[in-house]
């Protein structure tokens, strides 16, 4: 089953233009479209940015095939702490017939075929950092999605060990945050623990790795279903992207403030100053913003996975 949809779901599209196949579509989320290729499922990474649960009307060029190389280069580095639905990013691999040569160009380094699965109902947020939403809680409350911390904290200080804050998936508007409780009712205690375990795993690799590349995780969400063929966890969607983590310049961190990001924090604090009510359909991005974020996701691309980008798009590869 794919993710929840878009509050404003897209059409079938690759890079920027509509992605001509045999059929098999399922259905557009915020950022990624899903097809049907026999027993296996396309996820296919488009441009499209969303903020504050809106799709934004300006796409940010290339911004695709950076969540899926970044994807692809964590799911290598974590399948000794669980298996994921990842099974091949080149575009041969699809049926004969099934897409037009331009469209197999389109789906070089943005296209993810996958193993299907269950998703589980719950999104896993990590946080390592008191940040975003979890700053505001913090202030309000002396806590973290009702985990309680140490008094006299500051934005951006990082915590006495990364706290596990799962959420609902909401399928129109804004997820909920949950305690772990609810999250055991939903799924069971078995699976609740399960999970919080390698969510709590994954961070601490992924810190790891790109506190050695110049960069703090300050937090991150992950996404879990079970394998229709197997049963087993399984990682799923993306891993460790800007999209879906929270990476400041470690070279430039100073707790007390927000911090210099690789990640949509640079589009969403634009956003806060426009005269924009967070509902669709959002503004048009100008082009020193679409720059900005471009420049910001390719950084982290290359930083953390120490290969070139350009190398990326030409060669789909990820090296040197």
């Given at each position: 089953?794919?993710?929840?949809?878009?509050?404003?779901?897209?059409?079938?599209?690759?890079?920027?233009?509509?992605?001509?196949?045999?059929?098999?579509?399922?259905?557009?989320?915020?950022?990624?479209?899903?097809?049907?290729?026999?027993?296996?499922?396309?996820?296919?990474?488009?441009?499209?940015?969303?903020?504050?649960?809106?799709?934004l009307?300006?796409?940010?060029?290339?911004?695709?095939?950076?969540?899926?190389?970044?994807?692809r280069?964590?799911?290598?580095?974590?399948?000794?702490?669980?298996?994921?639905?990842?099974?091949?990013?080149?575009?041969?691999e699809?049926?004969?017939?099934?897409?037009?040569?331009?469209?197999?160009?389109?789906?070089?380094?943005?296209?993810?075929?996958?193993?299907?699965?269950?998703v589980?109902?719950?999104?896993?947020?990590?946080?390592g950092?008191v940040?975003?939403?979890?700053?505001?809680?913090?202030?309000?409350?002396?806590?973290?999605?009702?985990?309680?911390?140490?008094?006299?904290?500051?934005e951006?200080?990082?915590?006495?060990?990364?706290?596990?804050?799962?959420?609902?998936?909401?399928?129109?508007g804004?997820?909920?945050?949950?305690?772990?409780?609810?999250?055991?009712?939903?799924?069971?205690?078995?699976?609740?623990?399960?999970?919080?375990?390698?969510?709590?795993?994954?961070?601490?690799?992924?810190?790891?790795?790109?506190?050695?590349?110049?960069?703090?995780?300050?937090d991150?969400?992950?996404?879990?279903?079970?394998?229709?063929?197997?049963?087993?966890?399984?990682?799923?969607?993306?891993?460790?992207?800007?999209?879906?983590?929270?990476?400041?310049?470690?070279?430039?961190?100073?707790?007390?403030?927000?911090?210099?990001?690789?990640?949509?924090?640079?589009?969403?604090?634009?956003?806060?100053?426009?005269?924009?009510?967070?509902?669709?359909?959002?503004?048009?991005?100008?082009?020193?913003?679409?720059?900005?974020?471009?420049?910001?996701y390719?950084?982290?691309?290359?930083?953390?996975?120490g290969?070139?980008?350009?190398?990326?798009?030409?060669?789909?590869?990820?090296?040197?």
């Open positions: 089953m794919p993710p929840a949809e878009a509050t404003n779901p897209g059409d079938p599209r690759a890079g920027g233009r509509t992605l001509a196949t045999s059929g098999g579509f399922v259905r557009s989320g915020k950022v990624r479209d899903l097809f049907e290729v026999g027993d296996r499922l396309l996820l296919v990474a488009s441009d499209r940015l969303s903020a504050f649960d809106v799709v009307p300006t796409p940010i060029p290339d911004k695709g095939r950076v969540l899926t190389g970044l994807s280069f964590w799911f290598g580095q974590t399948g000794d702490i669980i298996s994921n639905h990842l099974l091949a990013t080149d575009p041969t699809l049926p004969v017939g099934w897409t037009d040569e331009a469209g197999r160009r389109e789906l070089r380094g943005r296209m993810m075929l996958c193993r299907l699965a269950k589980l109902p719950v999104e896993v947020i990590v946080r950092y940040a975003g939403s979890g700053w505001k809680d913090y202030r309000r409350t002396g806590a973290i999605c009702g985990i309680g911390l140490p008094d006299g904290l500051r951006s200080d990082r915590l006495p060990a990364p706290i596990f804050t799962p959420s609902t998936k909401a399928e129109v804004h997820d909920e945050n949950i305690g772990f409780d609810s999250m055991v009712e939903l799924v069971g205690a078995p699976m609740a623990e399960q999970v919080r375990d390698v969510a709590l795993r994954l961070y601490s690799r992924g810190a790891a790795i790109a506190e050695r590349a110049g960069i703090l995780l300050a991150t969400k992950f996404e879990f279903g079970t394998a229709l063929d197997t049963g087993e966890l399984i990682l799923i969607d993306e891993i460790l992207t800007p999209d879906s983590s929270r990476f400041w310049d470690a070279s430039a961190y100073e707790p007390g403030r927000a911090q210099a990001s690789f990640d949509k924090q640079f589009v969403r604090d634009w956003l806060e100053r426009q005269p924009w009510d967070k509902t669709y359909p959002g503004p048009e991005l100008p082009a020193e913003i679409v720059a900005g974020t471009r420049e910001r390719v950084a982290a691309f290359e930083r953390i996975s290969a070139g980008f350009e190398r990326y798009l030409q060669e789909d590869v990820i090296a040197p």
